[in-house]
């Protein structure tokens, strides 16, 4: 049985996945304290199951890219499990996550926040998602000619980015538009044990610098006003 936790995004989400199945999942909707509900989500799922660390085989948890807080939080919580239970952790990105609610040719988005978007590219079935682009950060006017009309995109990608796909005909799958961690756990099923980790190996994929040190590099350029 693995143990998933998803931050990445505004949401947060622990499930607990077996044999293609998730066992019990809870989530708090478009939240910015990560650091508060996630164990109670994690206590959740696991008395719903009535499941201990003991009984878990890993730890599934979503490296991004998306939120950088949110990220620090999933990751050092799936390493702190990983260490207590001396077991592995397996990384899943959020853009693998969220291309599980569709099927083919689809695109997959996370709001980057800054004015830009995580985008990548997908085909294959719903659970054995085949990237046919590499994650990449974008504004949100290019995701026109990144995404043709015959592509299903998944997520939302941000308001402005929705607006832009939706003014040019651009189709949504009716799936979450945050990536969830029923999908993470059931993705991490389907990797070979060679991809899983030791816990002191597990890193977020943020794409970009925080907006700390962009600020600061910003703030403390001589050419700046």
């Known amino acids: 049985m693995i143990l998933a936790l998803e931050t990445a995004t505004t949401a947060a989400s622990a499930a607990l996945v077996a044999n293609g199945v998730i066992v019990a999942e809870a989530a708090v909707a478009q939240t910015r304290r990560h650091t508060e ?50 077991l592995s952790v397996i990384p899943v990105t959020s853009l693998f996550a969220l291309a599980t609610v569709a099927v083919g040719p689809r695109a997959a988005l996370v709001d980057a926040r800054r004015g830009e978007v995580f985008v990548q590219l997908f085909d294959g079935e719903a659970l054995e998602p085949v990237p046919t682009t590499g ?19 998944c997520g ?29 756990g059931l993705l991490a099923e389907q990797l070979p044990t060679s991809s899983w980790l030791p816990p002191s190996q597990l890193r977020p994929l943020y794409l970009r610098d925080a907006d700390a040190k962009v600020n600061f590099i910003v703030r403390n350029d001589p050419s700046t006003p």
């Open 37 to 86: 509900v996630l164990m109670g989500l994690i206590d959740e799922v696991l008395d719903a199951a009535h499941v201990q660390l003991s009984d878990l085989s890993a730890i599934a948890c979503d490296i991004g890219p998306g939120l950088f807080t949110g990220l620090r939080v999933g990751v050092a919580m799936a390493q702190g499990f990983g260490v207590a239970g001396q």
């Open 135 to 153: 994650p990449l950060v974008v504004a949100p006017e290019r995701l026109v000619e990144i995404i043709s009309p015959s592509m299903v995109i």
């Open 156 to 184: 939302d990608g941000g308001t402005v980015a929705q607006e832009i796909l939706t003014g040019a005909g651009r189709t949504f799958a009716s799936g979450s538009p945050t990536a969830h961690a029923g999908a993470v």
